[in-house]
């Protein structure tokens, strides 16, 4: 099968989707894990950076609000809407920045600072939808919320999506099984 074709795309987002789905029963157990792990967005960084932006960008629609429907977590409003936002975005732009900074860096640092970018722009417009939705809802959502639940509380999260997806992404493209390789 020929790599960079879309059913070959489809079939790894398929994979990473299926993994997203069982992942947070591995940390579900014990609540402030999971949190801190946020395993939700592993697959979505892989997706983005190995099968480019659009597909990354579907799979980070897709898991939150599926794996809600599905399983009841995330809870639906309060939490899977903001994140289908928050993981699109990880996963597109981590995706165009690779693809743009791997032609002027390394791949290894060229997939970090992509991450690095698409945490900042994910954990904005993941916020800014948290905050129109509990808007919505009636619920308040100050900065302070904000900066706790996307910055501080997510930090241990984002240092293991630096170094875990880094890793799992070069491998894949070491053994010719990224279709963006």
Do not use: D
């Not at 398929?14 to 993994?19: E, H, K, Q, T, V």
């Not at 029963?25 to 939700?40: E, K, M, R």
């Not at 904005?124 to 939705?133: C, M, N, S």
Request: charged share 5%; proline share 6%.
């Amino acid at each position: 099968m020929n790599r960079r074709s879309n059913l070959y795309k489809l079939l790894i987002t398929a994979i990473l989707l299926a993994l997203g789905m069982v992942l947070p029963f591995l940390t579900g157990q014990i609540p402030a894990i999971g949190q801190a792990i946020s395993p939700l967005h592993t697959p979505a960084f892989i997706a983005g950076l190995t099968c480019g932006w659009g597909w990354g960008l579907a799979l980070g629609v897709i898991l939150p609000l599926l794996r809600s429907v599905v399983f009841g977590m995330p809870p639906l409003v309060a939490v899977a809407i903001p994140m289908a936002f928050e993981l699109a975005a990880y996963a597109a732009v981590s995706a165009l920045c690779y693809g743009a900074l791997r032609r002027k860096m390394k791949n290894f640092p060229a997939i970090l600072l992509s991450m690095i970018i698409s945490m900042v722009a994910g954990r904005i417009l993941g916020g800014a939808a948290k905050a129109i939705v509990m808007g919505i809802t009636g619920s308040g959502f100050t900065f302070a919320m904000f900066i706790s639940s996307y910055f501080v509380t997510t930090a241990i999260g984002a240092l293991i999506h630096l170094i875990l997806v880094p890793a799992i992404v070069l491998a894949l493209e070491k053994a010719h099984l990224s279709p963006n390789h």
